[in-house]
């Protein structure tokens, strides 16, 4: 007998199970809506890239690179990968021959292996990998006879080893992927495929989708976790773009309900202001670095403006002392960030300055915000974004100015429903009673015609008793009754039963579609 298991969803991830699916549906349809009305249209992206996208936009200091990614190799040549894994685990000392023996052995099944992988077409024969083959069958030479076993020779059997090793490690079978921990790099990269530069004006390009980050999971924070986002690429940095944004930002949270928001704002300056800041930044920090916990002692040197993110209390103080980007910024930045004011207060948009919002990815310049809600606990930012010049061109494509942002709508929704907002799920409306197998036809006829209506309505598969029937469409939640029996077939009259108060009326079809159509437009069902 097979081994009883019981499945469950990875730790980090969740089933969103109806009826919060139906709010989930809501409000990504809302986004769509409001974000429509701002001529921004959809992309849809692939979940997985080459890891190389995200680890150059995002920066390879920054948390999310170097230890929350999925990653994988992307090739079916299972066999060359363990070969090699193999090879470069091994320890072989050059006075035991079964060991030398035995790694000859492993590199000759590596060297075997990636030459039927070519000869069938799997695997295609760079030259990067072409010289590492080579290498590692001239090295096997010297390992297989290590010649005298002192001087010279023991150090050019440990060299020889080691040029196996290293050229193992430098064989590629494959791309390495990753599964997208956000989807920005992943609109750059199709902007630049696509030639997305030449069309006519800004592009406004939304997305909505699973992101996926090794996170400690809690509160708010998962490691499946979903992101509505929004981008502007074209030629364009006008402060008008940042401002437009962040009026559609805050229009989408007011429509959804989440009108008791915070927007923080801030600019963290650009390629010509940032470095000297942070050098500044870098030098002040390390004044006080016994006063700092480990990780921002670490990031004194990796990535400073981290630091100024800490939410450590006893870090507090010192860190209130460091100097301020605002005070640092060069003249077109700091004009930037001033006509950014002017434009939102066009917009009646209210906002709090915060000269520590520095955001987490390497790619920001010039403007970043943030967004927090109520109900979350620590886990309360519900959006960030910010400016982005100069990304696309990290990766290979034209000068190309850009901004945007992601919404989680995990905490979204969490604080939604926390703060009482959330609408009503969709309803049941028609649970249609039938009875005898010679009405059935007629029953499945009804449920047509009021389904093309736009009405939810369940018809049972198999018989069971009238008061059974009633039973479960109740339970269901259903708002009528529709009770088809022979008599109501034969006359065409339908009886409606009204479940909440069992109040009963005949109709026609005609009549009973009417009446259906105008008790949903008026409900809201
Ligand atoms: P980021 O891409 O890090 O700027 O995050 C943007 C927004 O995505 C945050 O403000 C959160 O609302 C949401 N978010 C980021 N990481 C997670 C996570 N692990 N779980 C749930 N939501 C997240």
Redesign the pocket.
């Known amino acids: 007998m097979a081994e009883k298991r019981e499945f469950r969803a990875i730790k980090?991830t969740r089933d969103i199970l109806p009826p919060e699916s139906g709010l989930w549906n809501w409000f990504e349809q809302t986004a769509r809506e409001v974000f429509e009305t701002y001529n921004f249209r959809e992309i849809r992206l692939p979940i997985f890239e080459q890891t190389e996208l995200f680890a150059r936009s995002i920066g390879t200091d920054t948390d999310?690179v170097s230890k929350e990614m999925y990653s994988f190799f992307d090739h079916g040549l299972a066999e060359l990968e363990w070969r090699r894994g193999d090879l470069i685990g091994a320890q072989v000392m050059h006075d035991i021959p079964i060991q030398r023996h035995d790694f000859v052995e492993s590199a000759t099944r590596l060297l075997d292996a990636f030459d039927r992988a070519i000869e069938s077409g799997e695997l295609s024969d760079t030259p990067e990998n072409h010289r590492a083959i080579q290498e590692i069958r001239l090295a096997s030479q010297i390992v297989k006879s290590p010649g005298p076993h002192a001087g010279p020779g023991i150090s050019s059997f440990k060299a020889a080893v080691l040029q196996i090793q290293t050229a193992a490690w430098k064989l590629r079978f494959g791309d390495q992927v990753t599964l997208r921990?956000?989807a920005t790099a992943s609109v750059c990269r199709a902007y630049i495929e696509h030639g997305m530069h030449t069309l006519a004006g800004n592009v406004k390009l939304y997305y909505i989708g699973p992101?996926f980050?090794r996170?400690r999971p809690q509160k708010?924070?998962?490691?499946q976790?979903?992101?509505i986002g929004a981008e502007v690429l074209g030629q364009s940095d006008a402060p008008g773009i940042d401002a437009e944004l962040l009026e559609m930002l805050l229009e989408f949270f007011r429509r959804v309900g989440l009108d008791e928001t915070t927007l923080y704002l801030n600019s963290i300056g650009d390629k010509n202001c940032r470095p000297q800041y942070v050098e500044l930044l870098r030098a002040e920090l390390r004044k006080v670095k016994d006063k700092l916990g480990a990780d921002s002692q670490r990031r004194i040197e990796t990535n400073p403006l981290r630091v100024l993110d800490s939410k450590l209390p006893e870090e507090q103080r010192v860190i209130e002392e460091m100097p301020r980007i605002s005070e640092h910024l060069c003249p077109e930045c700091r004009e930037h960030f001033a006509k950014l004011k002017e434009e939102l207060a066009l917009r009646g948009i209210s906002y709090v300055e915060n000269w520590r919002l520095v955001?987490?990815?390497d790619y920001y310049t010039r403007t970043t915000f943030?967004?927090t809600a109520k109900g979350l606990g620590s886990?309360d930012?519900?959006?960030?974004?910010g400016r982005y010049d100069g990304l696309v061109e990290l990766l290979g494509g034209p000068p190309t100015k850009g901004i945007g942002?992601?919404?989680?709508?995990?905490?979204?929704i969490l604080s939604i429903r926390e703060t009482g907002k959330a609408p009503t799920p969709g309803r049941l409306t028609v649970f249609v009673a039938w009875m005898g197998s010679k009405v059935y036809p007629a029953a499945v006829e009804i449920a047509k015609k009021l389904r093309s209506a736009g009405l939810s309505v369940e018809v049972p598969a198999e018989e069971r008793k009238f008061r059974k029937f009633l039973e479960l469409a109740d339970k269901l939640g259903a708002r009528y009754a529709l009770i088809l029996g022979e008599d109501e077939v034969a006359t065409r009259l339908f009886t409606l039963k009204n479940l909440a108060d069992a109040s009963q009326q005949k109709l026609n079809e005609n009549e009973l579609l009417e009446y259906l159509e105008s008790e949903r437009r008026g409900k809201g069902a």
Do not use: H, N, T
Not at 220 to 223: I, K, L, P, V
Not at 381 to 385: F, I, L
């Open positions: 980090g999310v921990p956000e992101m980050r996170e708010g924070r998962y490691r976790f979903y992101q955001r987490g990815l943030e967004v886990q930012a519900v959006c960030g974004g942002f992601a919404i989680g709508s995990d905490r979204s």
